[in-house]
């Protein structure tokens, strides 16, 4: 693991930011690109891209914040490092739906015509600040000793957990590589015929499943957290599962 990516003149640049910047300049280039297809201005990209940029920088850090409050009741000042990793995904990714639905919807522009846009951006998003988590050692698995299960140093957040001692499953590792799957699937389905709203509900509902199922398998410092994370991902799976079939219906 290395938390801090680069060391020069002084100056550290740890890993978590380092991939969460890659992540909104690849995820805000694939948009670009493919609003053009969509007759979508890019001064409207622009525009929208700070808003979720802020969006998932706020709701990120604070459902983390309310989730591990006893990592900054002793330090309030730590809340915005953002830089030093603790993020929520769907803490970003409710906070960045409800910056883009406030955008979307002054400018008066179909929002899951944009969504369907955004959809493969985000896994893809996913893919690189995944690699950030697993550099900083956090987001990490519960014990295991399968063979690809991680030893990791104690100089990061899992090895000074109090399961620290055992090999760990990688699940950043795992969730990385799901996105970027997820996000070859979506941009295959935005490319070809579909109805407006698909490509995103297909994203909701693959996500929350997939999410759903690795939490089994990830660490939880507190259980409550586990449920809650539960209950969102069904949550999320099933309004893209209504989404689909609404848009379906439609169809026919």
């Not at 109090?162 to 996105?179: A, D, E, N």
């Amino acid at each position: 693991m290395k938390p801090i990516l680069i060391e020069f003149g002084g100056i550290a640049l740890p890993s978590y930011g380092v991939m969460l910047v890659v992540s909104f300049i690849c995820a805000i280039l694939y948009v670009r690109n493919a609003a053009k297809k969509f007759n979508i201005s890019l001064i409207t990209i622009e525009n929208l891209a700070f808003y979720l940029m802020v969006g998932v920088i706020v709701g990120g850090r604070i459902l983390y914040v309310i989730f591990h409050w006893h990592q900054y009741e002793n330090d309030l000042l730590g809340i915005i490092r953002i830089w030093e990793g603790g993020m929520m995904f769907f803490g970003g990714f409710l906070g960045a739906i409800l910056a883009g639905f406030i955008y979307l919807r002054k400018e008066k522009i179909s929002v899951l015509k944009i969504a369907d846009i955004i959809a493969p951006a985000i896994a893809l998003g996913e893919f690189f600040t995944r690699i950030g988590c697993f550099l900083n050692g956090c987001c990490f698995g519960t014990p295991s000793t399968l063979p690809w299960a991680i030893e990791f140093p104690p100089h990061c957040v899992a090895g000074s957990s109090s399961v620290s001692q055992f090999s760990l499953h990688p699940t950043q590792i795992f969730s990385s590589l799901f996105g970027l799957a997820l996000f070859f699937f979506l941009n295959r389905k935005l490319k070809r015929p579909h109805n407006t709203g698909e490509v995103f509900a297909f994203y909701l509902m693959f996500s929350g499943i997939f999410r759903f199922g690795i939490d089994f398998i990830r660490y939880y410092e507190d259980p409550a957290n586990f449920w809650i994370n539960q209950v969102i991902t069904v949550a999320v799976a099933c309004v893209g599962l209504f989404l689909y079939r609404k848009i379906s219906q439609k169809k026919h």
